[in-house]
């Protein structure tokens, strides 16, 4: 079975580039050359696009190679296979670490128990609901990844297949 997906480096100092590369190699198992842009929405930073298609996870592989790079910022997508939810991974240096599950759309989704704990966290500690699901759809990632994305409209698409 065969998962896809995209990854989008949304920004990077030139320093990291040959970096994120060899990472994305790593895991992958083959090499892994970007074509690197400037990023509008950030002087001095660089942006690429890589669509994948490789075993189901290799998102999350991709996404724990990347993690905690701090002057780094991305998305990971892996669209839904057969017994395998999609899942989205994202990474601003601010706001660190989010993931979630999503919709053939590219909608998050958020499970009966998640929704449930945020009703009865808010509850019991007087928090604000809307902004407990906020934290569950991941809104404050979007809202600071937004320019960015916009920015890299029309971006050239690469294809990778990876091995094993």
Known sequence: MS?????????APAALCPHVEWA?????????????EPQPAA?????AE???????????????????WQRLRYEI???ATPGCDGV??????TLGFFSAVTSASGEVLVSEARLRDAMERAAAQGLDLAEEID??????????LEPFRYAGEGAPVRWLHATG
């Open 50 to 68: 890589l669509n994948w298609q490789g075993a189901p996870g290799l998102s999350a592989a991709i996404a724990s190679a990347l993690r905690g």
């Open 3 to 11: 998962a896809r997906g995209v990854l989008y480096v949304h920004s």
């Open 77 to 79: 997508t892996e669209d």
């Open 43 to 47: 002087p001095n930073t660089y942006r």
């Open 24 to 36: 994305v190699a790593g895991v992958v198992g083959v090499p892994v050359k970007l074509d690197w």
């Open 135 to 144: 934290k569950l759809l991941g809104r404050a990632w979007d809202e600071e």
């Open 88 to 93: 989205r991974y994202s990474y601003t240096p």
